[in-house]
Structures are given as structure tokens and as C-alpha cells.
């Protein structure tokens, strides 16, 4: 049952989203699993119509906000004012009053509203002015930045990189791929051509079903030796967080769940190692100044843990 909606899903998301299905796979693996998506590429590689998609296919209430330099903590989390017809305060929403959130460019703002985001992505609320507002159920955040050294952006906050559940890179489409686009384009916008095929409903009914898929102990323990060889290795100033290892048993349940199966093997977790992990690893100077990447210290992990054999 799961894995026909998600094919239907991925094959509905895949008609605007041309070319791109493992990246439309993991980003439907990351909603299973109840997490939010950092989507890093430069301008112009489709991130909105992912996100569009996405909203379309699992008929998902959307919003999007542009981030710049003048962008208020208040525009994302809303904010009270007085009525007078009423003589009393009142709660006016902001972009977060919504299932699936397009957070554009978010490197591209102040640290304090990248801030404002941390509650709404952690607890599923915000609090304005002491007053705790919950926020739809399911509340799923992509977001997206430019490369560090674009013009105008800054590094986000470790905190804030650690509440994400996987950061992908589109990259550019092939040749073959490109025609494809502009062919589709040619007349009509795929993005009318997509039909409902889920409900927010289903999604929280996966998230559910998410929690009774079995992980055995040497599965478990291999999992957790991967992040802890990242705390001891000596490029490496943080490792995985105990945050990232549960974002690692969300995805790696997740792909198991998208296969159609009811436990986690390891080769869900190297499948799904690099997008949830790659971004919480903070590097040592030493590491940059040789030119050592995070990929490269997750790729060593993967060669020094290996699983238990079956």
C-alpha cells in the first residue's frame, strides 16, 4: 500500500520535476520520516517547482517566503495586534501556518530570523509574545541556500544545520534531461498536469506506520558505531550529534519502508549516510586547509565500521 503511493507520488512529482527521481525520492523519504529538507544549489535548479510539486501531489496547504537581508523573525513566526472593534489582541499568522514551508534562500537573512525558525522546525509551534500557537500537522520545511561565497550570504548556525533532517544537491541536468524540460514546457506547465495522488492524512498515517518498522541489535549497533567514528576521527571538531543518529534511523527506516519492507538492513543506512550526515560534521581548520572534505571523513567511517555479517 506504501509503496504504490509512493511510486504514484514520485511518478506525479517527477512530471515538473523532470530527471530528478532519486532526488524526489529521498525528499519524499525525508517527509516519511518526519524531517525537514536543506536543499544547497545555485538559483535557477528547480528547488520551487520541487517544493510545488510536492505541495500538488499530497495536496499539502503551501507557503513560501523569500529571505533577504530586511526579512523579520515576526514574518515567519506572525504576530499579535490590537483590535479595536474588539478591544482586544489579536494573533495574526506567519509563513509557518502551513504543511509543506519553501523557506528560499535562507543564508540569504539575519541570524536572528534564522532563529525564529528553530522552534517551528523542532516543536512543530511557535510562541509569540508567551502564547504557544501549534502549527499544522504534518509541518515539513524545505529550504534552500546558495553556496557559501555568493554574494550576500552567511553560514547558517551549527543548531540550526543540525535541525535538518538531510541536505541534497540538485545539480545540473543532463543534456537529454534538458530537452525533456523544454519539451514539456513547450506547450503547458507541468505543474497543472499534476494530480493529488496523497492527503496529509496518509503522510501522518506513514510517519505512524514508521515506528513499528524493526531494527535489530547489530543493525542498531552498526548504526551507531558509523556516527560515534566520526566523534574520535582526528579532522573532525563535532561529530554526529546524538540528533543526527535519530535523523539516521528516521531516514534508513524510511528507505526500508519505500522497499517495501518492515525492517532496516544496513544498506539502508550507507544509502541514506551521506545526505543526513555530511552537514552536522564540523571540521577542523587543518581538515580545510588540506583540502579534506566531510564526504571524505563519512566515506573512512564506512570503511573502518563494517556490519555484522548475516
Excluded: W
Excluded at 515538473?16 to 532526488?23: L, M, P, Q, Y
Excluded at 525564529?116 to 529550504?143: Q, R, W, Y
Amino acid at each position: 500500500m506504501i509503496m504504490e503511493q509512493s511510486e504514484h507520488i514520485i511518478r506525479e512529482v517527477s512530471k515538473a520535476f523532470t530527471g530528478k527521481d532519486e532526488i524526489i525520492r529521498k525528499v519524499l523519504m525525508t517527509i516519511y520520516a518526519g524531517g525537514h529538507v536543506l536543499l544547497e544549489d545555485n538559483p535557477g535548479m528547480g528547488k520551487t517547482t520541487l517544493a510545488l510539486a510536492f505541495s500538488k501531489t499530497l495536496r499539502l496547504q503551501y507557503r513560501r517566503i523569500q529571505f533577504t537581508t530586511d526579512t523579520l523573525p515576526s514574518d515567519i513566526t506572525g504576530f499579535t495586534m490590537f483590535n479595536r472593534q474588539t478591544n482586544e489582541m489579536e494573533y495574526r499568522d506567519g509563513a509557518t501556518n502551513c504543511n509543506l514551508l519553501l523557506a528560499d534562500e535562507i543564508n540569504r537573512t539575519s541570524p536572528k530570523t534564522q532563529a525564529a525558525l528553530l522552534e517551528a522546525m523542532e516543536e512543530k509551534s511557535v510562541t509569540v509574545d508567551g502564547k504557544t500557537h501549534l502549527l499544522p500537522n504534518p509541518f515539513i520545511c524545505i529550504a534552500t541556500e546558495n553556496p557559501l561565497g555568493t554574494t550576500g550570504t552567511q553560514a547558517l548556525p551549527e543548531s540550526q544545520m543540525d535541525r535538518f533532517m538531510v541536505r541534497l544537491s540538485i545539480g545540473y541536468p543532463s543534456t537529454d534531461e534538458q530537452i525533456r524540460i523544454l519539451r514539456a514546457r513547450r506547450y503547458t506547465n507541468p505543474l497543472d498536469e499534476i494530480k493529488t495522488v496523497a492527503s496529509a492524512e496518509s503522510i501522518v498515517e506513514v510517519q505512524n506506520y514508521l515506528s513499528t518498522v524493526k531494527m535489530n541489535d547489530d543493525v542498531l549497533y552498526y548504526l551507531i558505531k558509523l556516527c560515534e567514528v566520526t566523534r574520535e576521527m582526528p579532522m573532525v571538531e563535532l561529530g554526529i550529534s546524538p540528533r543526527g543518529v535519530m535523523a539516521l534511523s528516521q531516514m534508513a527506516k524510511a528507505k526500508a519502508v519505500l522497499d517495501d519492507r518492515g525492517y532496516v538492513v544496513p544498506e539502508d543506512i550507507q544509502y541514506v549516510f551521506e545526505d543526513v550526515c555530511e552537514h552536522r560534521l564540523i571540521l577542523k581548520p587543518q581538515a580545510r586547509v588540506e583540502g579534506v572534505t566531510g564526504r571524505e571523513i563519512l566515506m573512512q567511517a564506512l570503511e573502518q565500521v563494517k556490519p555484522a555479517k548475516r
